[in-house]
């Protein structure tokens, strides 16, 4: 059975999707909320799109080696037939200790040979992967990212621009005006984010059209 199988931080776990403000700066709150949130981020709402099952591994706090962890630890799960989306978090979060000097590209190398053969993409959350590094570009293969130099926060930006509407946690409203906090991750969307968030990647998927074949190895690389 083909599945959508999501992997990342807070921002694939579905963090903000709740109302009380009293959860904001808990990443892992109680079961109620836990579940609250994995169960209402993007990954459901494209998974109704594709018309698909879906499981969530979104996990709050994680780095990208923590999220490359995570792809490992549930790999003999994973099937070619499953579509599977990796977003990414902040590239140098957690950057300290045996982690300082793990270098961007290594991580995403890590996951490519680990995913090889298999259909995966990767995606920015709220910051650009390359932003700091724009000098590895040329050195990394691109053409699994559905979007390399666009975030899923600039889509919700953009949105609340155009519409005024709030797309972020609990009726935030121009978040993206707090610029040291912002490119940390400090915020979230809301319900209506994630709908937002699912609708792009969908229309990401469109273009990309290989998840249609239901294989890896219609690699697009």
């Not at 594709?50 to 490359?68: H, K, R």
């Not at 590895?136 to 699994?144: A, G, M």
């Not at 390399?148 to 972020?168: F, G, M, N, P, Y």
Request: hydrophobic letters at 35%; one cysteine or more; a negative charge.
């Amino acid at each position: 059975m083909k599945k959508l199988i999501a992997f990342g931080d807070s921002w694939t776990h579905g963090h903000g999707v709740e109302d009380d403000i009293a959860y904001k700066e808990i990443g892992r709150a109680n079961d109620f909320i836990f579940t609250l949130r994995m169960s209402n981020s993007w990954p459901r709402y494209l998974a109704e799109k594709l018309d698909l099952p879906f499981v969530n591994f979104g996990y709050p706090g994680s780095d990208n080696i923590q999220i490359a962890n995570a792809v490992d630890m549930f790999f003999d799960h994973l099937t070619e037939n499953d579509l599977i989306l990796i977003m990414l978090s902040f590239p140098y979060r957690h950057a300290h200790g045996s982690n300082k000097h793990v270098k961007v590209q290594d991580i995403i190398a890590r996951f490519q040979k680990k995913l090889y053969g298999y259909n995966y993409f990767f995606l920015n959350s709220f910051c650009k992967t390359f932003e700091f590094d724009q000098d590895i570009l040329p050195t990394v293969d691109l053409s699994r990212f559905l979007q390399v130099d666009t975030c899923a926060s600039d889509i919700l930006s953009r949105h609340e621009q155009k519409h005024d509407i709030s797309v972020w946690e609990y009726g935030c409203r121009k978040v993206y005006q707090d610029q040291s906090n912002f490119k940390q991750g400090d915020y979230h969307p809301n319900i209506t984010g994630y709908k937002l968030i699912a609708e792009w990647i969908f229309s990401e998927l469109q273009a990309k059209q290989s998840y249609i074949s239901g294989t890896g190895h219609g690699q697009t690389d």
